[in-house]
C-alpha cells in the first residue's frame, strides 16, 4: 500500500474520452502481462535506471521539506537534465524504448522520465510514439494513460482516466477536469487501475501524512 501511495503521489500533476482513445474501430487494450527479455544496449537501460532513482530520491528528500527552496531546484534540475539527455537519445534516431528491449523496470523508469518533464511538447512527442506500442505489449498500458492525462490537460483538454489530481480554492485535493466521467471507473477498470474514489481516498492520505 505504501509504494502504490508514493507512486500516485509522485506521478501527480497539477493539469474517458467518450468512445475509444486509441482511433476510431480500435479495441481498447487490455493491461500488457509482465515481459523480462532485455535486448537493448545495457549501458541504456542502467543510465535509464540511475536516472530515474536520482529522479525519485530528489522528490523523496523534497517532500520532507517543501519549505526548502534549493531542494525544489534540485528537483526541476534533474528533470530538465533527463528531458534533454532521453531527447538526446529519440532524436539519434531511436524509437521509444520498449519492454522487449530493456524489460518492465527500463519502460518504467523511460515513462517517469517523460511524466516528470517540464517540456509539454516533448510529453506529447513521447506519447505519441508510445500510443501504437500499447497494443503490442511493448509499453505499460497505465503508464500511458497517467501520460495521457497529463498532456491532454496541459493542451487545455479534460483527462480521460482522473489520474491527475489538482488542489482546490477550497484548499482540498480533487480530480482535474475529467471527460465523460459516468464511465471514468470503467476505463480504470480496463487497465486494472483502482476506482477513481479509492485512488483519491489513496492520494489524500498521503497528502495528510506529508509534513
Request: aromatic content about 6%; overall charge negative.
Amino acid at each position: 500500500m505504501a509504494t502504490r501511495l508514493l507512486l500516485a503521489l509522485l506521478i501527480l500533476c497539477l493539469p474517458a474520452l467518450a468512445g475509444d482513445p486509441f482511433g476510431e474501430g480500435e479495441n481498447f487494450p487490455q493491461p500488457p502481462a509482465p515481459r523480462e527479455t532485455p535486448r537493448a544496449e545495457p549501458s541504456f537501460k542502467t543510465r535509464l535506471l540511475e536516472r530515474s532513482a536520482r529522479d525519485q530520491q530528489a522528490r523523496l528528500e523534497w517532500l520532507k521539506d517543501q519549505s526548502d527552496a534549493a531542494l525544489g531546484e534540485k528537483v526541476q534540475q534533474i528533470d530538465r537534465e533527463n528531458t534533454d539527455w532521453l531527447r538526446t537519445w529519440l532524436d539519434d534516431g531511436h524509437g521509444w524504448p520498449r519492454i522487449s528491449e530493456i524489460g518492465t523496470d527500463g519502460a518504467r523508469a523511460a515513462f517517469l522520465i517523460v511524466q516528470h518533464s517540464p517540456d509539454k511538447a516533448f510529453q506529447r512527442r513521447c506519447l505519441d510514439m508510445m500510443t501504437p506500442l500499447v497494443k503490442q505489449q511493448e509499453v505499460q498500458a497505465v503508464d500511458w494513460a497517467y501520460l495521457l492525462d497529463r498532456v491532454r490537460l496541459a493542451e487545455g483538454q479534460k483527462q480521460v482516466f482522473g489520474s491527475q489530481v489538482t488542489m482546490g480554492p477550497d484548499g482540498k485535493l480533487q480530480i482535474a477536469p475529467l471527460e465523460d466521467p459516468e464511465h471514468v471507473d470503467a476505463r480504470r477498470a480496463e487497465l486494472g487501475m483502482p476506482p477513481l474514489d479509492e485512488y483519491l481516498k489513496l492520494v489524500e492520505d498521503m497528502y495528510q501524512e506529508r509534513p
